[in-house]
């Protein structure tokens, strides 16, 4: 399927990407989340039932499988 992104030349590819979302406060990270992206500009696309699947992985949440470290960004005044 071509780009929706106006001017954008790329179609869309079925690709496993990393999903982040903030939830009740906390980072939760998705990893291998099924999702059509452009090969041009990285437009990402999720299906529906992609969506109920995370919403259901948001409100059902178990156990991480893996953790990783979360940093605060730090502006640097000049």
Known sequence: MK????D???EYETRYIVHTVRHKGKVIVIDNV???VCDVC???????ITVC????????????VRTAPVY???RVVA
């Open 42 to 48: 990285g437009d990402v696309l999720l299906l529906p």
């Open 34 to 36: 099924p999702a059509e």
């Open 72 to 74: 605060e960004y730090e």
């Open 3 to 6: 780009c929706t992104i106006r």
């Open 53 to 64: 699947a995370l919403e259901r992985i948001l409100t059902r949440r178990k156990r991480a």
């Open 8 to 10: 954008c030349t790329g």
